[in-house]
């Protein structure tokens, strides 16, 4: 949902689902402030003009700030995604292996 505050500022409010296998886990974030809007295309082609906002992302014993488009992924396979732009100068991906930071526990 977004919203302005009174100097004109857009704020969104969105829910944060942190375990992909516990759909009544839920955390609520209120008016996080809006930096841009960016259209976005889907891998099917389709775009649509996206919120942005900025927050920090703790991944293998770093945090750094990361730009995050705000999208409904309920029915996807995942929840989120962290894009190249995030990752590049920090990680190298290994696409042939899976949870090399551990399993959530």
Do not use: C, W
């Not at 992909?20 to 996080?32: F, N, P």
Request: hydrophobic share 35%; proline share 5%; net charge neutral.
């Amino acid at each position: 949902v977004l919203s302005n505050d009174e100097h004109g500022q857009s704020l969104a409010t969105f829910d944060l689902h942190p375990s992909s296998d516990d759909d009544d886990e839920v955390i609520r974030v209120r008016q996080h402030p809006v930096i841009a809007f960016r259209y976005v295309k889907s891998s099917s082609g389709h775009g649509t003009y996206r919120p942005v906002i900025r927050t920090k992302l703790d991944l293998g014993g770093t945090s750094f700030p990361i730009d995050l488009t705000l999208a409904t992924r309920d029915q996807m396979g995942f929840r989120m995604l962290i894009g190249r732009a995030a990752l590049r100068g920090r990680f190298h991906v290994d696409p042939s292996s899976s949870f090399l930071q551990g399993v959530r526990t």
